[in-house]
């Protein structure tokens, strides 16, 4: 096949910068120093049509119960006493409607500024009340070639692209690591952001930390999947076959 070692050399070579700029393309990363800029706005604002549940409990039980209304049978005997267990969907115009205290805006405040209006409004009508919101709805999409697509749920106030990223199986290895689109709504508009997951940027991006209703894609790259039951990617293949090659090679050349 080759006439001369220096052919074989030079092939050897040629395929050895290919297969180290493919290497290249796939690690996380890349220029991260011991420290790194991280992005810091982590905490998600309420939005409409998001379904929260409002627990607010005191001292006194006879003062919570004009904020229990939506309390049913259903609820265990392990819930606390003094609780009331509350869900409100945050109307088109950003509000919910709370028993006495009436309309309260919520839509572009996050957890805590929530708790705190509410818990300042209920303080005339409750006893050393104290006020904790869920948001039982927020949610993420991953799309495109990760090992399992789909929709996800957050665990917490604070998940990265990363986190959402392995929920979803992480990316397939001809995936495009450099080019990942994050789609998120931003005051009536919708926004694309583009992540470099190779590089060491991705920390202080905008869409390091997600967002209620983000939606991440992730590109197919050139080496797309071979189909088959056994599949393999094209540079596996070559890798495995250049392999076995310069086995034989090298057995052909000791045996001269």
């Known amino acids: 096949m080759f006439k001369s070692k220096r052919t074989f050399l030079i092939f050897s070579l040629v395929f050895c910068l290919f297969g180290c700029n493919t290497t ?45 209304f939506n309390s049913t049978t259903s609820q ?40 705190s209006l509410i818990q ?5 009508f409750v006893k050393d009340v104290v006020v904790k919101i869920q948001c039982i709805n927020s949610k993420y999409t991953v799309l495109g070639h990760v090992n399992s697509p789909g929709l996800y749920h957050f665990e917490s106030d604070r998940i990265t692209i990363i986190e959402g990223i392995a929920q979803a199986g992480d990316l397939h290895l001809s995936a495009k690591r450099n080019n990942i689109m994050l ?12 992540v470099d997951l190779s590089d060491a940027s991705v920390f202080n991006s905008p869409a390091y930390y997600l967002k209620q209703n983000d939606v991440i894609y992730v590109e197919h790259g050139v080496g797309a999947k071979i189909q088959g039951s056994n599949a393999m990617t094209l540079t596996q293949i070559i890798g495995s076959s250049l392999s076995l090659f310069i086995s034989v090679f090298t057995l052909i050349s000791v045996t001269k």
């Open 183 to 194: 789609l998120r709504e931003e005051k009536g508009q919708l926004k694309k952001y583009v």
């Open 120 to 124: 300042e409004k209920l303080r005339d």
């Open 76 to 115: 265990t005997q392990s819930q606390p006493q003094g609780n009331s267990n509350n869900a409100y969907i945050i109307d088109i115009h950003g509000n919910i409607q709370m028993p006495i205290i009436g309309e309260v805006h919520m839509a572009g405040l996050t957890r805590i500024e929530a708790e």
């Open 24 to 68: 290249h393309k796939m690690t996380y990363f890349q220029g991260q120093n011991e420290t790194s800029p991280l992005q810091t706005d982590y905490q998600n604002k309420l939005q409409l049509d998001d379904k929260i549940i409002i627990n607010i409990g005191g001292s006194d039980m006879e003062s919570l119960l004009p904020f229990q």
